[in-house]
């Protein structure tokens, strides 16, 4: 674990300061690009998009929270950031600076009166995982093992003006106009309002664990409301290690397939049956038990599903879809993928690229079972939506969609990639009809 921050703004003021100086920063990387690019152009831009990543993150990792979050979501996405930035934001997941004991003191005496040394028998000073917007501890009581999650100081009342802050880098990097990735924004601010939300994320976890207890070989923490508040979570610690460790340890293709296709089950489950899904699959989500099941430790990301919007996206689903164009480009319309003010240019880039797309992207809910492991088939998919992403003219027409698919596609995109590090071959299709109904 790195070294301890002991101290995270938590004025409007001082976060946007941060952020300027970042910004200045970056100026400086551009002046030494330029020099640079005269005489190795190629070399010059790797160097810019490293130097610009690491002084991005340096800044997102001291404020912690909401800009934070937005640098996990974005590594997610590696067809939309250059390779330099994926590689440095995914430390988000899983690898984030933990904030010194004194400040969990504090969060403590704040919303429990107590200070964790009152609660607990023993209580670990060191963080024993921090990520975008808490860090976890352990503690015991009689003998018992509790994870503790403590939400970083500020994190909750500073999450709107950051995002007004973050917004005009984020349409810089992902190259779009302010007023396309507006109600995306929107979006995103109310789901990371409920993450900070601790008392809603127990209620929530509670729920799910619930529900999807009859999926095999997934297990869930119990949770603890008597010792849980507004910014702190206690629940069962999960002996185990991360998804990431597990995979490290090389395991039979037996066990990738079979809790490859837990994880499928549970989202095929979720969505098609709860209508709601956890919307954060990265690998720091999930624990490979000493009994080689799957428990998942995190529900502060939970999107729930308009019947409207499931309803058109099932019809994706039937057989004939991409068969039918003139039933297709209704269910677009629905989702508001095409618009009926579009042009004649703008309809067809639209249906081009949904063509393309979801041709490779709907591969596995079509088949009766895919391997993951198919690298061809990855990099197919990253290559198009990177040739997508730089062409100026598509690009336009690239911001759209209901904004229901801003945590949709994340969630779907993130199981991918998980499933393809298992390298796991599981039934796909079935799952999906069962749960349907």
């Known amino acids: 674990m790195a070294k301890n921050q002991n101290k995270i703004s938590t004025s409007k003021l001082g976060r946007a300061g941060k952020l300027i100086g970042t910004g200045a920063k970056i100026g400086s990387n551009y002046l030494k690009y330029?020099?640079?690019?005269?005489?190795?152009?190629?070399?010059?831009?790797?160097?810019?998009?490293?130097?610009?990543?690491?002084?991005?993150?340096?800044?997102?990792?001291?404020?912690?929270?909401?800009?934070?979050?937005?640098?996990?979501m974005l590594s997610m996405g590696v067809d939309i950031l250059p390779k330099a930035y994926t590689n440095e934001f995914s430390k988000a997941q899983n690898n984030v600076v933990p904030l010194s004991y004194p400040l969990v003191m504090k969060t403590f005496k704040k919303y429990l009166k107590k200070y964790p040394e009152d609660i607990f028998d023993t209580f670990t000073k060191q963080a024993t995982n921090a990520a975008s917007i808490g860090q976890v501890h352990k503690g015991t009581i009689d003998n018992k093992t509790y994870a503790v999650k403590v939400q970083y100081p500020g994190v909750a009342d500073s999450l709107q003006s950051d995002l007004k802050i973050v917004k005009p880098l984020a349409t810089q990097l992902l190259g779009l106009e302010s007023h396309q990735i507006e109600p995306y924004m929107v979006e995103v601010e109310a789901k990371l309002l409920e993450e900070t939300d601790y008392i809603l994320e127990v209620k929530q976890s509670i729920e799910l664990s619930e529900?999807?207890?009859?999926?095999e070989r997934l297990k869930f923490p119990k949770y603890y409301p008597e010792l849980s508040a507004p910014r702190i979570i206690t629940m069962d610690w999960m002996e185990g290690v991360s998804l990431t460790e597990w995979l490290k340890t090389n395991p039979s293709q037996e066990d990738r397939n079979r809790l490859g296709q837990t994880l499928w089950n549970f989202y095929q489950f979720q969505i098609h049956t709860l209508h709601k899904m956890h919307a954060d699959p990265h690998p720091g989500n999930f624990i490979i038990t000493n009994e080689n099941e799957i428990a998942v430790i995190d529900f502060g990301c939970v999107k729930s599903l308009p019947l409207d919007f499931?309803?058109?996206?099932?019809?994706?689903?039937?057989?004939d879809f991409l068969e039918n164009p003139s039933k297709m480009e209704g269910i677009l319309l629905e989702l508001e993928l095409l618009h009926p003010d579009d042009n004649t240019r703008e309809k067809e880039m639209v249906l081009e690229i949904f063509n393309t797309m979801y041709s490779m992207i709907s591969l596995p809910l079509y088949a009766t079972s895919f391997n993951f492991d198919?690298?061809?088939?990855?990099?197919?998919?990253?290559?198009?939506?990177?040739?997508?992403?730089?062409?100026?003219?598509?690009?336009?027409?690239?911001?759209?969609?209901?904004?229901?698919?801003i945590y949709f596609n994340r969630t779907y995109f993130g199981l991918y990639q998980l499933l393809h590090e298992m390298k796991a071959n599981i039934n796909t299709r079935s799952s999906i009809e069962e749960n349907m109904g």
């Open 34 to 72: 330029y020099a640079k690019s005269l005489v190795d152009g190629e070399n010059a831009r790797k160097e810019l998009d490293e130097d610009n990543a690491k002084d991005v993150y340096e800044t997102l990792n001291n404020l912690k929270g909401g800009p934070l979050k937005v640098a996990q």
């Open 211 to 215: 529900a999807c207890q009859h999926i």
């Open 310 to 319: 499931y309803t058109s996206y099932i019809k994706l689903l039937q057989p």
């Open 374 to 405: 198919d690298d061809e088939y990855f990099k197919k998919l990253f290559e198009t939506g990177e040739q997508f992403s730089k062409n100026k003219e598509m690009k336009k027409v690239s911001a759209r969609g209901s904004k229901h698919f």
